[in-house]
């Protein structure tokens, strides 16, 4: 009987990157196809996520679960500013600290787009922290 625990530490990284690539194309969707423009905050996120796809592409196309040493650096800082988001959004932040300007778009505003009842911030947030959590509980060693 095979090791339940060990197969599945070795679907993560799989696991991994389907949700960056997920992450990475809604956030294309709605600001290509739908046309809402990101935020500042937005724009931070997405710095740290749309590298993650190559990376961790990379990572499984050679069996190289190294390949989270380069992923978690920048899926720690797209988690920060996520959280500082969603902060932001569920008003734990005030406003006056937020680097989005009056002129731009905010998606901090509760008119913004949500997606399964759920807001932009909250949702990168819960990529950001999956995909974390994958990183984490990933075997260190090369298969």
């Not at 389907?18 to 196809?33: C, K, M, N, Q, S």
């Not at 990376?55 to 988690?79: E, F, K, N, S, T």
């Amino acid at each position: 009987m095979p090791d339940t625990l060990s197969s599945r530490s070795e679907a993560l990284p799989l696991l991994a990157f389907l949700i960056v690539l997920g992450a990475t194309l809604g956030a294309l969707f709605i600001g290509e196809v739908l046309g809402q423009m990101p935020c500042v905050l937005c724009w931070y996120q997405r710095i740290a996520m749309f590298p993650l796809v190559p990376i961790l592409a990379i990572g499984l196309w050679r069996q190289d679960a190294g390949a989270r040493l380069y992923a978690l650096p920048l899926v720690l800082a797209g988690l920060a500013i996520a959280l500082w988001h969603s902060g932001l959004y569920a008003g734990l932040i005030p406003e006056s600290v937020s680097p989005c300007t009056k002129d731009g778009p905010s998606c901090s505003d509760r008119g913004q787009m949500a997606i399964l009842g759920l807001p932009i911030p909250y949702l990168s947030l819960g990529a950001f922290t999956a995909t974390a959590l994958c990183l984490i509980f990933m075997k260190g060693k090369r298969s």
